[in-house]
C-alpha cells in the first residue's frame, strides 16, 4: 500500500507540472482527487489490510491527501491569475438584465399627494393600525351605540387594552390619527394622516375589507369653509388638470360640522356624462367638513380660539380613477401582470 501511495503522488505532481490551462487540470483532478479517482480507490483497498497495517497506511494516505490537494489549489490560483491578467475584456458586451420592481400604484399616487401637500406646509404623520375604540370612534364624536357607528362594518380584536377591557378594533379610518396628531402638536396645525384601513364586509370590485386612504386636518385661528374650498380645489386642478371644478353639497360626518362630499368634474368627459361618472359629469371624491368642537375638545384644543377643517380621499379610488382600474382587488391580488403596468 505504501508503495502504490508513492506511486500515486509521483505521478499527480509530474502530472501538475505540465498543466498548462484549467481545462486541463480539471481532468487530472478528476482522474485523482475526485470521489472515483486513483486516491479514493486506494482508499477503499484499506478495509482489506489487517488492523495495524491499516492504522499505519491510513495515516500516510491522509498525509498524502493533504498535500496532494495543498499543491492543486496553488497551481489552480496560479492559472486563474495567469488568465486574468492576460485576458481581454470587451466593454462593448451587454451586460446581465437584472429585474428590477416597480412602486405599486397606491404608492405612486400617495407620494404624489405628499409632494403636493408638503407645498402647503402640511406633515405627514402616521398612527396605528390597531386601535382604541376611544380614538377610533369616542374622540370623533361617536360615542358607543352611537348610529353612526353602523356606517362601518369594524373589525374587533379578541386582546384587552391596558385597562383590561376589550375594545380594541382595527381601525376603520384614518381619522384615528387626528385627535392624537392634536394632543402631540397643538394648534396650529396642518398635517395629512395616508395609511392603511379596514372593514369587515364582503368584497366585490368597488368593496374591499383592506384600502388606503388619505386624511388631513388644518387647524388655526379663524380657519373657515372658504379655506377648505380653496385646498380642495387646489388638490382637483393637481389630480385631474387646470381646469377641474369642485362642487360641494352637504352631507353628515359626526366628527365635523357642517359636513360636505367633494365632487370634481369628471376628467374623461369634462363634465359632459360618461359611465365613469354614471352620466353626471361629477366624481365624488373626498369627504370634507369644519372640525366638529368635540373633536377639537378631545385633542385638547380650545374651539373657542381655533376652528379647523379636515378632509379625506379613498386612495384606491384616486387610483382606480387615474389608471382606469375596473376592480379594487386587484391591488392586493399580487398579480405580477397587473403590477408590472406601473
Known amino acids: 500500500m505504501k508503495n502504490k501511495l508513492e506511486k500515486l503522488r509521483v505521478?499527480?505532481?509530474?502530472?501538475?507540472?505540465?498543466?498548462?490551462?484549467?481545462?486541463?487540470?480539471?481532468?487530472?483532478?478528476?482522474?485523482?482527487?475526485?470521489?472515483?479517482?486513483?486516491?479514493?480507490?486506494?482508499?477503499?483497498e484499506l478495509k482489506e489490510l489487517s488492523l495495524d497495517f491499516r492504522?499505519?497506511?491510513?495515516?500516510?494516505?491522509?498525509t498524502v491527501k493533504r498535500e496532494l490537494q495543498e499543491k492543486f489549489n496553488e497551481r489552480k490560483d496560479a492559472l486563474e491569475?495567469?488568465?486574468?491578467?492576460?485576458?481581454?475584456?470587451?466593454?462593448?458586451?451587454?451586460?446581465?438584465?437584472?429585474?428590477?420592481?416597480?412602486?405599486?400604484?397606491?404608492?405612486?399616487v400617495r407620494r404624489e399627494l405628499e409632494d403636493f401637500f408638503a407645498t402647503f406646509g402640511f406633515s405627514v404623520v402616521d398612527g396605528p393600525e390597531l386601535e382604541s375604540e376611544f380614538y377610533?370612534?369616542?374622540?370623533?364624536?361617536v360615542p358607543a351605540h352611537h348610529p353612526a357607528r353602523d356606517m362601518q362594518d369594524t373589525f374587533y380584536v379578541d386582546q384587552k387594552n391596558k385597562q383590561g377591557e376589550y375594545d380594541l378594533t382595527m381601525r376603520t379610518q384614518t381619522s384615528n390619527t387626528q385627535v392624537r396628531a392634536m394632543k402631540k402638536y397643538g394648534a396650529p396645525l396642518r398635517v395629512i394622516m395616508p395609511g392603511r384601513v379596514f372593514r369587515s364586509e364582503a368584497t366585490d370590485a368597488r368593496h374591499e375589507h383592506t384600502f388606503y386612504q388619505l386624511e388631513g386636518v388644518m387647524i388655526d385661528k379663524n380657519i373657515n369653509f372658504a379655506h377648505m374650498k380653496s385646498v380642495l380645489e387646489a388638490v382637483g386642478k393637481k389630480l385631474y388638470?387646470?381646469?377641474?371644478?369642485?362642487?360641494?353639497?352637504?352631507?353628515?360626518?359626526?366628527?365635523?360640522?357642517p359636513g360636505s362630499n367633494g365632487e370634481y368634474t369628471c376628467f374623461l368627459c369634462h363634465g359632459e356624462g360618461c359611465r365613469v361618472c354614471k352620466y353626471s359629469g361629477w366624481l365624488e371624491i373626498v369627504g370634507c367638513g369644519l372640525i366638529h368642537p368635540n373633536v377639537l375638545r378631545a385633542g385638547g384644543i380650545d374651539p373657542a380660539e381655533y376652528s379647523g377643517f379636515a378632509f379625506g380621499f379613498g386612495l384606491n379610488r384616486l387610483a382606480m380613477l387615474k389608471y382606469s382600474i375596473d376592480d379594487i382587488r386587484l391591488f392586493n391580488g399580487g398579480d405580477l401582470r397587473f403590477l408590472k403596468q406601473f
Open 55 to 62: 492504522r499505519e497506511a491510513g495515516e500516510l494516505a491522509n
Open 241 to 257: 388638470g387646470p381646469e377641474t371644478k369642485l362642487r360641494m353639497r352637504p352631507k353628515f360626518y359626526p366628527f365635523v360640522e
Open 136 to 141: 377610533n370612534f369616542e374622540s370623533l364624536n
Open 81 to 108: 491569475k495567469k488568465i486574468g491578467t492576460g485576458s481581454f475584456f470587451d466593454p462593448t458586451i451587454p451586460g446581465k438584465n437584472f429585474a428590477s420592481g416597480t412602486l405599486h400604484p397606491l404608492t405612486l
Open 11 to 44: 505521478d499527480f505532481l509530474a502530472g501538475l507540472e505540465v498543466v498548462g490551462d484549467l481545462p486541463t487540470l480539471r481532468d487530472l483532478e478528476l482522474k485523482f482527487l475526485s470521489r472515483k479517482g486513483e486516491l479514493s480507490r486506494l482508499l477503499g
